[in-house]
């Protein structure tokens, strides 16, 4: 073990000690920063760089040691100094090497009052998409950043926790010709005598670590028309694109649609956009979509690059994407969460306002159906025994990376959406603008979010219990809903408790302030009228001197909730399908599903219920059964099931694909756009109409070409085709269009086509094939943050599970060696997708347990994976029985 010398001031990341007051959640408080100013010197071109980091600091308790962050770096000239003293050389002790905690240890006390930490640093760039990184492209190294969640300690010696909200000042020093661009806008340079440039930015307003930017290296910029002035702001913001070399000219469109986003989310907050420029960045190679870096927001290429010419997945995800980044500029920047268990106060507010403001913008996209669609899948993960709550305790470094989920994001969405509407729209944006005043530049709890919303209510204390109750536990309400009608007074009994899949291991008692909205059905009216379920069996009268033909017992789809109707109601509510909206309808196809997930409804009849659903009109109810149609032809589906099954996909589903028609219409709606898309990529895997392999391998084949001088034409065909077309020659076709396509991928930088190529690829059936595919995601052709896409796409296919898990098994380093940091503890997730037994399970218990442990995110991500596996089982078990 090394151990730094004292006062000689170098740590490694290999020297550990360990100690017991070692903190691996939140820092001790005795020792805070107020202010940083930081120095970097970086070449792109080199493998590391180096720096010199002043962090003015508030001891508010006499001690002899403190904590900050380093995580790789190699400390240097480490010292204390405060006004009227001698400066103090200080020692460093990397004490949690995995968490990059170092224990700074002066000789002397160090009194209360202001002090400054002073030191020098090198580090070595991160090639995993975390912190201070590289990638290349076009042949150049390119260097950007990505600190969320624990990203910053890898790239500077820091306080790295969100509570510390403080001002920055950087200067970056770069070689002559290459751009470096900071979170602030540049006040000045100054040519070294080395021929450098340094480059110096405006101190920032208050900001944590995880939200600090910088990009070095030969990026384009494109400097676009600036945001103009609104009522609420009286200046211009500058606005920039940001990209590889040769690329910038491919950001116009996404730049161009910028300023009406901004001014969108600026009325709707009733306060200006807080920062003083805005960059948008396209990142080659990124772990995540996008990162809400205030100034300077970092993207995912392909969604910089969207056009009125892409895709409508890509499109709809890149403005969605947009939006929801965006956002971030107030819930996330300007006001903050001071720790990660309050995460959800970012995240799902940028995605319930991203629905809101894209909904408003451009209606056809569909982004309200978007929220739903969120809030059902997250479902899902909130009916496992290990699911996390929204506001989630994190007591340890490793638990950080897990709060980035589907609980987070959409459930936190649904949640939101359903306070709002109980509130009220126009309370609940008062409550919001309220609360940006009180917070702006600070940082707010769950807590004050409930009293803001309080603040709005006729009823705060009812309202914060509501809201708490959402928040502060997991799980699905389920409503089990009676109807009762009587001489034209109609009663709905209702009971509540904890949704539960089959083979669930959790307590069902669970109890909510549930807010449910019913609709009403009578003749060709409907009505609405909504109440509070504050107990866990509720009686509900409702309005009206007639027996209701149907009720629906989520009106609009609006509350987080499931449930359950008499046999008599649920048979009147089939019969009026056709008289409900389509969040209503989606719902009730959740509904469906959920009751076979939870073995109260057979293989049988939920083949007799999902035909229902394609009576519809809108794409995501259409395609809602389809996912359990499959699964119940692989897992438990007799010989004559399968049948149906694929009678049913083909002449019920295919028929309304063959209508619409494969290729877009002049005149098509976006809707139907989506639909026709939606109904491609569906039945190319599940189904597969002869007519519709046929029609897509041969527009495959005019994609990747042929022979040794095949080129790749990807105008061939409509970017909404190229991922279907490309997947289904490579099935068709086998190895001749395999190896194509890896040739193609050799030689093709572009993103989005990229993805096509790697989807195709993975989306093999072959076993040889399947061995090529899985070990080319650990080669040099596919970048780090694109093994995703190649890898999850192979765990769709049945026929590939054993021998996924057995590569997961045999390349176990060499995966982790090469993904992203923050997937790390997430590559459980991967060998669960292939398993499906209880001998599976201790398998995966077994591989995983001593691996993951130290990695962020890990020990959850293993605890989902493995219960995951388990209820699998019980539902095989479950369904085979009838």
Not at 358 to 385: K, T
Not at 411 to 428: P, Q
């Amino acid at each position: 073990m090394l151990r730094t010398l004292l006062f000689s001031l170098a740590i490694l990341a290999t020297s550990v000690v360990h100690a017991g007051d070692v903190p691996r959640g939140k820092l001790p408080r005795q020792v805070v920063p107020t202010s940083y100013a930081v120095d970097l010197r970086m070449d792109a071109r080199a493998d590391r760089y180096s720096g010199a980091v002043a962090i003015e600091l508030e001891v508010k308790e006499a001690t002899d040691h403190f904590f900050i962050h380093a995580r790789g770096s190699t400390l240097k000239d480490v010292q204390l100094i405060r006004a009227r003293m001698a400066p103090i050389a200080v020692t460093t002790e990397l004490v949690d090497a995995g968490g990059g905690t170092v224990r700074v240890t002066s000789p002397q006390p160090i009194s209360p009052g202001r002090w400054q930490l002073r030191l020098n640093f090198d580090a070595p760039y991160d090639q995993r998409l975390q912190g201070a990184y590289k990638v290349k492209t076009g042949g150049l190294d390119y260097v950007m950043t990505q600190m969320e969640p624990l990203g910053a300690r890898n790239a500077f010696p820091n306080f790295d926790e969100p509570a510390f909200k403080t001002p920055w000042t950087f200067t970056i020093s770069v070689p002559k010709g290459d751009t470096a661009i900071f979170n602030t806008q540049e006040t000045g340079t100054e040519t070294l005598a080395d021929g450098w440039v340094k480059h110096s930015y405006a101190q920032t307003r208050p900001l944590p670590s995880y939200l600090i930017a910088f990009a070095v290296g030969p990026w384009e910029l494109i400097d676009f028309d600036a945001i103009p002035k609104t009522a609420l702001r009286d200046h211009v913001i500058p606005l920039r694109g940001v990209a590889a070399r040769g690329q910038s000219q491919r950001m116009k469109y996404m730049l161009g649609e910028t300023a009406k986003i901004v001014t969108a989310l600026e009325t709707y907050f009733d306060y200006p956009y807080p920062y003083d420029k805005l960059d948008l960045l396209a990142a080659p190679d990124f772990a995540y979509g996008a990162m809400e870096n205030p100034g300077l927001i970092t993207y995912r290429d392909s969604l910089m690059f969207a056009d009125l010419k892409s895709a409508t997945s890509q499109r709809r995800g890149a403005l969605g994407t947009h939006t929801h980044e965006l956002g971030h500029q107030w819930f996330g920047d300007l006001v903050t969460m001071p720790w990660w268990d309050d995460i959800w106060l970012n995240e799902a507010f940028a995605t319930w306002i991203s629905a809101k403001i894209v909904h408003q913008i451009y209606p056809e996209l569909e982004a309200d159906m978007d929220l739903l669609g969120g809030g059902l899948g997250a479902m899902g993960a909130d009916s496992l025994a290990t699911a996390r709550r929204i506001h989630n305790p994190v007591e340890d470094w490793t638990e950080v990376s897990s709060t980035f989920d589907g609980i987070t994001y959409q459930k936190g969405g649904a949640v939101l959406s359903m306070m709002e509407r109980y509130l009220g729209k126009d309370k609940f944006r008062a409550a919001l603008r309220a609360h940006m005043r009180k917070f702006a530049f600070g940082s707010a709890t769950s807590i004050d979010l409930g009293d803001s919303l309080a603040a709005q209510s006729d009823n705060p204390e009812v309202l914060r219990k509501a809201f708490a109750s959402f928040t502060d536990q997991p799980g699905v309400p389920m409503l089990d809903t009676t109807l009762a009608c009587k001489d034209g007074k109609a009663t709905l009994s209702v009971k509540q408790s904890r949704y539960a899949p089959n083979g669930a291991s959790f307590a069902t008692d669970t109890q909510w302030l549930v807010p449910m909205c019913v609709r009403v059905g009578r003749g060709d009216s409907t009505s609405t009228e909504c109440h509070l379920l504050d107990r866990a069996e509720s009686t509900i009268t409702l309005a009206g001197d007639t027996c209701p033909d149907y009720v629906h017992p989520n009106a609009d789809g609006a509350g987080y909730y499931r449930f359950r109707l008499d046999a008599e109601a649920q048979n009147a509510l089939n019969a009026a399908f056709v008289k409900l909206n389509a969040f209503e309808q989606r719902v009730l196809a959740d509904s469906v599903g959920a009751a076979f997930d939870a073995g109260t409804m057979t293989v049988a009849q939920y083949l007799d219920a999902a035909p229902r659903f394609a009576k519809a009109t809108q794409g995501d109810v259409i395609t809602a059964p389809i996912g359990d149609l499959e699964w119940i032809k692989e897992r438990v589906a007799t010989s004559a099931q399968q049948e149906r099954i694929d009678t049913m996909l083909r002449d019920i589903w295919g028929a309304q694909l063959k209508t619409l028609g494969v290729d877009h219409r002049d005149g098509d709606s976006e809707a139907t756009k989506s639909l026709r898309v939606d109904l491609i990529n569906t039945l190319s895997e599940h189904g597969r109409p002869q007519w519709l392999v046929d029609d897509l391998a041969a527009r495959g084949r005019k994609i990747i070409g042929s022979g040794d001088d095949a080129k790749l034409d990807v105008d061939a065909v409509h970017r909404d085709l190229l991922g279907a077309s490309l997947r289904t020659v490579a099935r068709v076709d086998g190895t001749p269009a395999f190896d194509l396509i890896e040739r193609h991928l050799a030689t093709n930088e572009d993103s989005v086509i990229r993805g096509a190529l790697m989807g195709a690829l993975g989306n093999t059936r072959d076993p040889a094939l399947l061995q090529r595919a899985l070990k080319l995601g650990l080669g040099p052709s596919v970048k780090s943050g694109e093994m995703i896409r190649l890898y999850f796409g192979a765990t769709e296919q049945p026929e590939n599970h054993a021998a996924i898990w057995a590569f997961v098994q045999q390349q176990y380093d060499a995966l982790l060696n090469k993904l992203p940091s923050v997937w790390q503890g997430k590559i459980a997730f991967f060998g669960s997708a292939a398993l499906c037994s209880e001998a599976g399970a201790n398998e995966l218990q077994g591989f995983f347990a001593n691996r993951v442990k130290d990695l962020e995110g890990g020990p959850r991500a293993l605890a989902q994976g493995v219960e995951g596996v388990k209820l699998c089982t019980a539902r095989v078990a479950k369904h085979q029985q009838h």
